[in-house]
């Protein structure tokens, strides 16, 4: 089944909301811009690892910071710094600042859409009985976006393999491509970093063919745009169900992914149970927000497809698929009171309610 849920634009977290009203007045922080004339402060270029300059004074005078007065609250997870410079003079603004670094917990790109998607993250320092918080922006559209392509150059999900005798060999050719390469603090877009393509299992096999100017395979950089060609073969070892994930792994810790799918798969009708068990409907969602959806009833072997609409189902985005009984989601940046969550697998879908 269809179930409703709200999505508003909105941020609270009542235990670090309590905290902040203890806080002593005196200690101030402030936080730098990535660059001038912008208002991004949080640089998330190296992705994982995310920087950020921020100065703490107290009465005026900058009091210097350790990895241990630091905490940085991303959407519900609190995350430590591994490091925290000296101070460092900085000459436009003739003051004192100190570099923080920090692996984000938060999910890589968005990949419900590649709108741009601003990530508000909360800095708490904590210095003997005082306490003070400000708050970092980072574009995720700055990040670095791949997806996978048919040939017609249709961005896909799937791929369905004709049942084939085993020895049999059957290919099918899809295009990598850069959507975006991640933008730094200058606004400058650089090349993506392939780190590898692959399978996971001996019944399917992947050549990269990448283009005419140039033909090597994984490990590379690759250009935002610019098609890069696999070969896809399904060499089914015997007549059984084959089930595998085309896996692009990519900048630091992204991937891609679609399904593949090989053989014939039967089942009974009486197995058709697909059933969501969360969202339950009526649930509010605030950006950003990671949501488990869950359900039951599913098919093992096949992958359930979890799709979203914001306009009670006029239209419906792909946000992922599993071959679990869950998934992880990230809530986008939409504010609507006409959210859908639908799940599917190849014989079936939920139905609206």
């Keep these: 089944m269809f179930y409703k849920f709200k999505i508003v634009s909105f941020f609270s977290i009542v235990f670090l909301i309590f905290l902040s009203e203890i806080s002593n007045a005196q200690l101030r922080l402030k936080i730098r811009n990535v660059v001038d004339n912008s208002f991004i402060t949080v640089d998330p270029w190296q992705y994982p690892l995310m920087k950020a300059r921020i100065r703490a004074e107290l009465s005026g005078t900058p009091v210097k910071l350790s990895k241990e007065n630091i905490l940085i609250l991303e959407n519900n997870k609190i995350t ?3 490091f925290v410079s000296d101070f460092i003079q900085d000459t436009s603004s003739n003051e004192v600042w100190q570099m923080v670094q920090w692996y984000t917990r938060r999910d890589g790109p968005n990949l419900f859409t590649n709108n741009q998607m601003l990530i508000i993250d909360t800095f708490y320092v904590f210095t003997g009985t005082n306490l003070s918080k400000i708050a970092g922006v980072h574009n995720r559209a700055d990040l670095s976006f791949v997806k996978i392509f048919n040939s017609s150059d249709d961005a896909i999900t799937d791929i369905e393999f004709k049942s084939g005798d085993p020895g049999s060999s059957q290919v099918v050719n899809v295009i990598v491509k850069a959507l975006k390469g991640q933008i730094d603090g200058s606004g400058t877009e650089g090349q993506i970093w392939i780190d590898s393509a692959k399978v996971h299992s001996n019944n399917f096999r992947i050549k990269w063919d990448g283009w005419s100017q140039d033909k090597r395979p994984p490990p590379l950089h690759i250009w935002p745009m610019m098609p890069y060609f696999v070969r896809l073969y399904y060499e089914p070892k015997d007549n059984d169900y084959h089930t595998d994930k085309l896996t692009v792994y990519y900048d630091h810790g992204h991937k891609q992914e679609i399904m593949l799918n090989g053989h014939e798969f039967h089942i009974q009708d009486e197995a058709n149970n697909l059933k969501l068990i969360y969202p339950k409907g009526k649930e509010i969602f605030t950006p950003c927000q990671q949501v488990e959806i869950k ?22 985005t792909n946000i992922g698929l ?32």
């Design 295 to 316: 359900w039951d009833g599913y098919i093992r072997g096949m992958a359930t497809y979890i799709d979203f609409s914001s306009n009670k189902g006029s239209s419906w």
């Design 80 to 82: 430590k710094p591994f």
């Design 322 to 353: 599993s071959d679990d009984s869950s998934f992880i989601w990230t809530v986008p940046n939409i504010p609507t009171k006409s959210a859908l969550i639908r799940i599917r697998q190849s014989f079936s879908a939920t139905q609206p309610t």
